[in-house]
DNA sequence: CCGAATTGGTTGTAGCTACAACCTACGGCC
DNA sequence: GGCCGTAGGTTGTAGCTACAACCAATTCGG
């Protein structure tokens, strides 16, 4: 099954995914862990309520809410389990279609949001954002792009970045 | 404790963080997965064995290790148990040191590494190299070095990665 | 309409990671 | 040369994720 002639990683191409595994390793472990000192939340946590606290009526059904956040339904389910034990978030019916499930931010929920936004947006920008130009800023969005159209070519799954556009 | 005046991300900003988010959710899990159904291996354990196999005598120490890997002596502790438990790792006492313990590839281990590297590498090129131009490989190295080092400063956890410097 | 496939979601469980507690060996220092 | 602090690792456990099985509601073909 080996493939005889295997095309290696170039020296530049090396220089550049060594870091970028390094960052994949390292930075979701300092964003969660700015928000579990400060919040008791995941990052996933987090994203689930901003993605939530992000529109009108601060609800979404929950396949909506799983292609913001890129994650299954299954995982999905129990982080939503979770945070409405906690009661941030409150669970219902949907009228429309009696299969589907809406979930709603509670005034906790929305309180919390507000509480903890500040903190994580300094935290991306001492991390990130800070650490870059302007052009680089600019380079990483296409950066990104290219290599989300590889990861998810339909944009299913990812949907939400397109709302997020520099033009 | 909330700021009164947080500085929140501009649309150019947003953008750029919105794709490396969904980059950092979507990509470990697809190199976890390839890894998982061709080798039975998580990328991490991949990660380990790769180390390892990169030593002239495919043997480290445990504290050497960690920082290749970039991660914490515990976690790593767990990691070579499962992988010694396989077949595919031995440990042994550090004669100079007598707290320190070895960790070398067996005959397996390094086998199963050459079997995988080729698939594993394909599927960097896949999502990753092959979706950057040249351009963007060497703009990739600068933002991904810049951003390690606002999370790593000292250098100390990520060290490996200025082995593989382009120039 | 009626059955099959599909959509929307939940739950059980195995496996990995983080955190904290713990143990042994080495080094300095007086 | 004994004591204290630190370095090097291991282990126990709680919590999160992935995977698969499952169930109910809807849609669609004939």
Redesign the pocket.
Known sequence: MVSVNTRWLSPDEMAAWVRLAAVLELLP?ALD?QL?RDAGL?H?DYYVLAMLSETPAHTL????L?ERTT????????????LEGRGLIE?FP?PE??????ARLTEAGWAKVQETAPGHVATVRETVIDALTPEQIAQLTEIGEAILHRLDPEGTRAAIYQRYDPA
């Open positions: 472990a862990s579990r995941t996933f059904r929950m396949t909506a799983a994650a299954t339904l299954a995982r999905l389910s129990h982080v939503v389990a979770r669970r949907c279609d009696r299969r589907a499930t809406n």
